[in-house]
């Protein structure tokens, strides 16, 4: 399989891996379960919720289900996988609309930006009229959610990295238009090229750190410098919860200290918090340097639909 196939499978599979524990904020309460069994794939549970700081809302998802995040993941695959993998701002804007709007065939919790994206888009009977950027100031992960196959379809493409990074910043700015947002995503998406460029782990890190400035270059770097794998420390140090600034550095320290794919999707739930919108960009970079287990994309609800878009774009063939 192509490198950018098991790009896009990776995030995705890394997503509904870690929905049942999404939103713990207690690493003690996360420990105690991962001592019953193993903690990915678990059915969503309001017993593992109770007693300890965390927010269950995915009651109406079962295990293998797409988070909010993943569903970002896979509507933008849909979207270029109808397009010959080229993004189109009016066409995925619609698409956006229709399926987290009103009437939408998505089922589960809204964020704050898909919420607010929604109602600044709804106003306009004709497409053609969408404001870009039609999204709100917010700094979290979901900005990095749509990522995996813009990337996939510019690599395979042969698209040079800055068409890739202004292409990035209209992704971004259709749900996050905010400069932290876009700064981040513009390092998630140089980190994912280079790894399908075949630069080595090491070397795609410091390309995505020198699209970075300011705090977050630093916290960047402070996170590959950890001299020990500690996924629970690195989320005490630099945040658990959904911002860029707190979610992306534990990603690099996950990726620095390089796992396997099974070790990096367990260390990041175990971490806690927002382990969903961490997991797109992590399992994205792990299923280009590692293998997804079949018998973990096997369990994955939207295999079929997801392994014909990939195919459709001409990324590989099923999954193998």
Known sequence: MQASARLI???LVADAASLGLHWIYDPARLAEIAERGDVVFLEPDAANYEGCKGSFVH?????????GYGEYCALMLRHLAGREGRFSRVGYQ???RRYFGPGGAYVGYVDRPTRLTIQKLLPFEDP???PQPSGV????????????AVVACAHCQGRDRDALLDEIEHVVRVTSDDAAAVQAARVAGV????????TSLEGALQCGIEQASGALAGRLLAAISEPVFDAVAAAERFGAACHVE?????????????PSYPEAVRANILAGGDSCGRSIMLGAAMGVIDVVPMSWAAKLQVIEECSGWIAALGLGDALE
Not at 59 to 65: I, T
Not at 137 to 148: C, E, G, I, N, V
Not at 248 to 256: K, M
């Open 9 to 11: 499978y990776g995030a």
């Open 59 to 67: 009651e109406l998802k079962r295990a293998g289900a797409l988070s």
């Open 94 to 96: 619609t698409l956006f």
């Open 128 to 130: 053609a009229s969408y």
């Open 137 to 148: 100031k917010d700094d979290q992960l979901p900005a990095l959610a749509a990522l995996p």
């Open 191 to 198: 980190v994912l090229f280079e790894l399908l460029a075949h």
């Open 246 to 258: 707190q979610g992306l550095p534990v990603i690099f320290h996950i990726l620095a200290n390089r």
